[in-house]
């Protein structure tokens, strides 16, 4: 025979692992005054008066949680009107492992009984409160100290990316770099049409700084040039160290004929700069993306225009 809890001479209450109530019968609400949609899905200290709720979350819960039962617990419920109701409180665990708790409960009349549990609650929560005091001022002590390893790591994770994605000698984004925007810029050309080009640059007789002043000589032609070569480009332009002497410029929504004039101002800026080495001049092989190409494609295309500004006397544009 099923026992039927609406029918128990007391209050029963059935929570789960997380202190939320599941079940609760029908006597109960009626000393409460409120609605099973009313109770169930919270936490059962929110019908507590406030010492009760200290020692209900300080002292009964956890000794529940750690040996499974409390014995005739004294609180004070609250109702609907705001009244305190004085029970008295048996729990246990429920008979499957994990399944929750049920809590039994019987109004009380004996009033010194309630007073006496409130005092010792009181006690309890001020030891609680002095102890949640102290442990909420170690936890902002481990804050501050997780917030300043966070940023740490933060500042580590920006040295790394930059390692990663920056040419050491010229500060400019390196080969990786590269790869993923043309990458990008290839994939949405596929599903929008929308245009880019490649210009590929060479510093013109690069060997020669090298051989008559030394390569110390050579890195700083290629520090001066990377800036000159940075200077008024747009947020969504991407400017890369390929290697050696070589640069790219990878150009959205830019046309081979814009490429073009691009480059040449940025030829004719660098043919009027004067380093301690003498002149520098670049050659810039130019090509605009289309339908169906690859990396390798574009980059052969834009090569070949480099190439044959070298053939036809350097410093100078080629589009291809």
């Not at 609406?6 to 109530?21: A, K, Q, R, S």
Request: aromatic fraction near 6%; charge should be negative; proline fraction near 3%.
């Amino acid at each position: 025979m099923q026992l039927d809890a609406n029918h128990l001479p007391g209050g029963y209450i059935l929570l789960d692992n997380t202190n939320t109530v599941t079940a609760i019968n029908q006597p109960l609400c009626d000393w409460l005054g409120r609605s099973r949609e009313d109770l169930c899905g919270r936490s059962p200290e929110r019908w507590m008066t406030v010492a009760s709720r200290m020692y209900y979350l300080g002292h009964v819960l956890p000794s529940l949680r750690l040996h499974q039962h409390a014995e005739e617990v004294f609180l004070s419920f609250t109702n609907a009107t705001g009244d305190a109701l004085p029970v008295i409180m048996n729990a246990a665990a429920m008979p499957s492992p994990g399944s929750g708790y049920q809590l039994l409960i019987l109004p009380m009349q004996r009033r010194n009984l309630v007073e006496e549990q409130l005092q010792q609650a009181r006690k309890t929560a001020d030891r609680a409160v002095a102890e949640k005091d102290r442990a909420l001022q170690e936890l902002q002590t481990l804050a501050s100290q997780l917030e300043q390893r966070q940023a740490e790591l933060a500042a580590l994770n920006v040295q790394l990316e930059q390692l990663a994605t920056r040419d050491a000698l010229t500060g400019l984004c390196n080969r990786r770099v590269y790869d993923r925007e043309i990458d990008m810029n290839l994939a949405l050309f596929k599903r929008t049409k929308r245009p880019f080009t490649l210009a590929l640059a060479d510093i013109d007789w690069f060997k020669q700084f090298n051989d008559d002043f030394g390569h110390g000589a050579g890195d700083q032609v290629l520090q001066e040039i990377s800036l000159c070569l940075r200077q008024g480009m747009r947020d969504i332009d991407t400017l890369v160290r390929m290697g050696g002497e070589e640069f790219a410029l990878i150009l959205p929504d830019t046309t081979a004929q814009q490429a073009a004039l691009v480059a040449e101002r940025k030829r004719t800026e660098i043919e009027q700069y004067k380093s301690q080495y003498g002149s520098v001049t670049l050659s810039f092989g130019i090509t605009e993306v289309r339908a169906g190409d690859t990396r390798a494609e574009i980059y052969g295309r834009a090569d070949q225009s480099l190439y044959q500004a070298k053939r036809q006397g350097r410093n100078q544009v080629c589009v291809g």
